[in-house]
C-alpha cells in the first residue's frame, strides 16, 4: 500500500465517524485534510496531526511553525501557532466542530447535502488563498475517483 493510499484510508475512517456526529460531507473533510496536509506528509500533520492547518487560540496545545498566507493578493510567509492534536481523529472532530459552531460557516451549514456549494461556501472564510475552492474541488474528485 503506498503513503497515499494508507493515509487516504485513516482519512475516511477519520471522516466517517466525524460525519456521524456533525452531519458535515465526509468526502469533502478528506479532500480537504488532503489538500492542507500534501497527502499526510506536512510537517504541521506529522508534528502535530493537524490536517486542516486549524489554529492554536487561548491555552489549547500548539506548535509554531511558518506558513503561507495570503493577504490582499500577495503571498506571505509568516510564523503561527498551529493546534496540536493526540489523533487524527481528534483532529476531524475539531475541524467539524468548528464549521457546525462558527457563525462564519452558516451558509455552508446550509448546503452540506450539495457538496460543491458547500465547499465553495466553506472555502470563502477557512482559507486566505482566493483559489482554495477550486483546488478543494480538484482534490475532491481525485479523492471520490480513488474510492471507486
Not at 504541521?44 to 503561507?68: C, D, P, W
Request: neutral net charge; aromatic residues 8%; proline residues 1%.
Amino acid at each position: 500500500m503506498t503513503a497515499r493510499e494508507e493515509f487516504l484510508q485513516k482519512a475516511w475512517a477519520a471522516a466517517e465517524a466525524s460525519s456521524k456526529e456533525s452531519g458535515m460531507p465526509a468526502a469533502v473533510t478528506v479532500a480537504q485534510a488532503a489538500l492542507e496536509s500534501r497527502w499526510g506528509e506536512s510537517g504541521l500533520s506529522r508534528e502535530a496531526q493537524n490536517y486542516f492547518g486549524i489554529k492554536a487560540h487561548g491555552n489549547e496545545a500548539r506548535t509554531v511553525m511558518k506558513t503561507e498566507e495570503c493577504e490582499g493578493g500577495q503571498k506571505q510567509r509568516i510564523q503561527a501557532g498551529f493546534e496540536k492534536f493526540a489523533t487524527m481523529e481528534e483532529c476531524f472532530r475539531r475541524r467539524d466542530a468548528i464549521l457546525r459552531h462558527g457563525a462564519v460557516y452558516a451558509e455552508a451549514r446550509q448546503c452540506v447535502a450539495d457538496e460543491e456549494r458547500f465547499v465553495r461556501a466553506m472555502a470563502r472564510h477557512w482559507a486566505t488563498d482566493p483559489e482554495y475552492a477550486e483546488k478543494l474541488l480538484a482534490v475532491l474528485r481525485e479523492v471520490k475517483g480513488a474510492r471507486g
